[in-house]
């Protein structure tokens, strides 16, 4: 089983900027797709965004393009999601996960998750 392990979440104000982590555990982090999900208080998990084993294709919400940008260093086991132009709507827990597909999309399709990060918002 893989472990994912997130950082990098906080508290910020709109507009500001900020970069979520994932730690795997294992080698074969770099042959599988990797994915970041969020969960509002009250809602459902739901995707953001996800990236191909080889980093070559990623894959967005429409609410989140051209402000996320989700990015991978296989050397280091570590996915990331580059977070800017903040909103308040984007306050949610942030998960990453893993899938045992080269690329993936839904929440299905993904096997290993993390326990979360916290990133709040403030309007």
């Known amino acids: 089983q893989v472990q994912l392990v997130e950082s990098g979440g906080g508290l910020v104000q709109a507009g500001d900027s900020l970069r979520l982590s994932c730690a795997a555990s294992?080698?074969?982090?770099?042959?599988?797709?990797m994915g970041w999900f969020r969960q509002a208080p009250g809602k459902g998990r739901e995707f953001v965004a996800a990236?191909?084993?080889?980093?070559?294709?990623?894959y967005y919400v429409d609410s989140v393009k051209g402000r996320f940008t989700i990015s991978r260093d296989n050397a280091k086991n570590t996915a990331y999601l580059q977070m800017n132009s903040l909103k308040p709507e984007d306050t949610a827990v942030y998960f990453c996960?893993?899938?045992?597909?080269?690329?993936?999309?839904?929440?299905?399709?993904?096997?290993?998750w993390g326990q979360g990060t916290q990133v709040t918002v403030s309007s």
């Open positions: 996960a893993r899938s045992p597909f080269c690329m993936a999309t839904i929440k299905a399709d993904f096997d290993s």
């Open positions: 294992r080698r074969t982090f770099s042959d599988r797709a």
């Open positions: 990236i191909s084993w080889s980093g070559g294709n990623t």
